[in-house]
Each structure stands twice: as structure tokens, then as C-alpha cells.
């Protein structure tokens, strides 16, 4: 048998972040009396309170990276290792968490696009506002321009540096035909005389 808790307004909880019991808790059934009155104690815990994503309520994120949910209570201070089980959904998909005391961080499956984010524990559900998950493009526009530039000048730079090895060694080949060339006509006058 599963029995929600009512709701205790502010003014009437009256206890700290530790919790705090009051003497007697009771079941109302039909024709069953016995559990009117049972004695044991029954401890009321401050609700996990998170905060919004974003003072505007959409947090704008990459792919791989996870979602940090901030709060307090998220751990309750109860006895006995007691923990809340937490689902968070990104849109309608829910995400693996891992909790701290101030903290939730949901790694989710490869989504993008904008999707509502909702908690959910026990019987509370609260929406801390929306994701917007952009693509994780490997290069963005100015990186692609900057690159494909810098590549460009690189191959102006190679190209003219080829050009001039080749404009050099032209001229260092005449050159060397011409001196052979006047060495051919030296020894053929020598020859001569």
C-alpha cells in the first residue's frame, strides 16, 4: 500500500532541514479501526527545492555537455540511507543522473532543439525551465573561412616560392652555359694558336 503524505503548509511544519515527527499518525479506511491511532512516529522532510536554469528559463548548451541542476533538499537529512529516487526528462527523454547535496548532473542520450525540462521525485514535479541544445558542428563558419585562408595563403606563399627556385636556377643554368660556353671558345683559340 502506497500513501502520499499530505501536504503541510509552512506555518504549520515547524521543523528544520533534520525533519520532525508528529506524535500520532492514523489510517482512515472503511470499518477498519484498528488503525486509527498508530503509535509510531511519522518524520516530515523539507521538499527538494531547484533552481531555474536560466533568469530567463532557457539555457542554451552543446551536445556533450551535461545538464547541472542546482538545489537544496536534494538529499534528504533522514535516518537510514534513505534516498529520493529522481527522474529528470529532457523533452520525453529521461537522462542518467548522478546526485550531490546541492546538485543534480543529467547526462543525456544525442538530442538537439529546444525541449522542456521536468523533475520528477515521489509525488513532486517541477519544470526548471527549457533546454535548447544546439548541433556540435566540428567547425563553426569562421573557423571553416579562417582555415580554408590560411591554406590559401600558405599554398600563394609555396607557389611563389617555387616560382623563384625556378627563376633562380634558370638563371644560374644560363649562366653556366654561358661559361662554358666562353671556356669552349678560350680552349678553341688557345687550340688555334
Not at 71 to 85: Q, V, Y
Not at 93 to 118: A, D, I, R, Y
Not at 158 to 177: C, E, M, P
Request: aromatic share 8%; hydrophobic share 40%; charged share 20%.
Amino acid at each position: 500500500m502506497v500513501c502520499l503524505a499530505p501536504s503541510v503548509s509552512d506555518s504549520e511544519r515547524g521543523f528544520s532541514d533534520t525533519g520532525s515527527g508528529p506524535d500520532e499518525i492514523g489510517f482512515y479506511m472503511d470499518n477498519v479501526h484498528a488503525l486509527m491511532v498508530v503509535n509510531e512516529t511519522f518524520s516530515y522532510y523539507p521538499d527538494p527545492v531547484f533552481e531555474l536554469l536560466s533568469p530567463t528559463g532557457v539555457l542554451e548548451l552543446k551536445p556533450t555537455s551535461p545538464l547541472i541542476l542546482k538545489g537544496r533538499n536534494l538529499i534528504p537529512a533522514a535516518p537510514g540511507n534513505s534516498r529520493l529516487n529522481y527522474t529528470v526528462f529532457i523533452g520525453e527523454t529521461p537522462c542518467v543522473l548522478t546526485l550531490s547535496e546541492t546538485q543534480l548532473l543529467c547526462e543525456w542520450p544525442n538530442l538537439t532543439g529546444q525541449h522542456k525540462v521536468t523533475v520528477r521525485v515521489g509525488g513532486f514535479e517541477y519544470s526548471p525551465g527549457t533546454l535548447q541544445i544546439y548541433s556540435d558542428s566540428l567547425l563553426t563558419l569562421p573557423a571553416i573561412i579562417g582555415i580554408g585562408g590560411g591554406g590559401g595563403l600558405l599554398l600563394l606563399v609555396i607557389i611563389a616560392v617555387l616560382i623563384a627556385y625556378k627563376r633562380k636556377s634558370r638563371d644560374a643554368d644560363r649562366t653556366l652555359k654561358r661559361l662554358q660556353l666562353q671556356m669552349d671558345n678560350l680552349e678553341s683559340r688557345v687550340a688555334l694558336e
